[in-house]
């Protein structure tokens, strides 16, 4: 399954010069925290619609490549997380093979539980950068964890009817 708003999210022009955005966004988009968390204190329920689980060849992968150990294959996890049912972000989750190995062999069964569900309960989680970018009105930000120094990328775009507008 796809979705409409995952070309926008792979036409995300990032940036680290964050002196130009107000506040609130700026609150939004640099948040260390869980996106999940977040979300949760703006409705009753977060739920995972999941569009695409499962490994794929770096050529699929080739504008995260940059961010991320070369390898043969990566895990990718494609998904929208809404609030009461209504859609407010496509996340797209690239780990590499070598990162899925003891606890970490975790995210390849997340299934319809948002990651942060599980990346924030870790006492391992580090966060290397948040670049935050734009695609037409639409804000996102990419963001490079590590799990136990074993690293993925996470791309999130808001979509229109978030709470971050």
């Not at 739920?47 to 150990?69: T, Y």
Request: some cysteine; glycine content about 6%.
């Amino acid at each position: 399954m796809s979705h409409p708003a995952l070309m926008q999210l792979r036409a995300l022009s990032f940036t680290t010069d964050t002196a130009s955005l107000d506040e609130n966004l700026l609150d939004w988009l640099m948040l260390e925290d869980s996106m999940t968390k977040r979300f949760e204190q703006h409705c009753k329920r977060v739920s995972v619609d999941l569009l695409f689980e499962g490994f794929v060849s770096p050529q699929e992968i080739a504008a995260e490549r940059e961010w991320l150990p070369q390898e043969e294959t990566y895990w990718l996890r494609e998904i929208v997380l809404c609030g009461d049912g209504e859609p407010w972000l496509v996340g797209r989750t690239v780990v590499p093979q070598s990162t899925l190995n003891g606890p970490e062999l975790a995210l390849q069964n997340m299934g319809t539980t948002p990651l942060g569900r599980y990346l924030f309960t870790s006492s391992t989680l580090t966060r290397d950068f948040i670049h935050p970018g734009r695609s037409g009105e639409l804000w996102g930000r990419r963001s490079r964890l590590r799990l136990s120094g074993k690293p993925l990328l996470l791309t999130e775009l808001f979509l229109p009817a978030s709470p971050l507008y």
